[in-house]
């Protein structure tokens, strides 16, 4: 059974600091890429990051870029998004997701069960 588990998340004051992690196991992983998703309340879930498989490249939402860094753990059945400078904004459930290629992370083939993060001002 495939599965992603996500932790990590928490409350966090506004400009503080948050690191998410994901294993993935069920299957092998190492080929797929990997990437974080969050959703509002009373919104859509967004993408927020993806890396390739082999770690070599991410790509961010530009919501959060130069705030938030997508890495690649080793074995590569892990993935961790560390976030600075939290905004209120930023609050949502954030989802670890991996796809058979990063051109189509925006549609993953495999969802976590999400872990909150709160920011409050």
């Known amino acids: 059974q495939v599965q992603l588990l996500e932790s990590g998340g928490g409350l966090v004051q506004t400009g503080g600091s948050l690191r998410l992690s994901c294993a993935a196991s069920?299957?092998?992983?190492?080929?797929?890429?990997m990437g974080w998703f969050r959703q509002a309340p009373g919104k859509e879930r967004e993408f927020v990051a993806g890396?390739?498989?082999?770690?070599?490249?991410?790509r961010y939402a530009n919501s959060v870029k130069g705030r938030f860094t997508i890495s690649r753990g080793n074995p590569k059945n892990t993935v961790t998004l560390q976030m600075n400078s939290l905004k209120a904004e930023d609050t949502g459930v954030y989802y670890c997701?991996?796809?058979?290629?990063?051109?189509?992370?925006?549609?993953?083939?495999?969802w976590g069960q999400g872990t909150q993060v709160t920011v409050s001002s």
């Open positions: 997701a991996a796809s058979g290629s990063i051109a189509t992370i925006s549609a993953p083939d495999y």
């Open positions: 890396i390739t498989w082999s770690g070599g490249s991410s």
């Open positions: 069920g299957r092998t992983f190492n080929t797929y890429a």
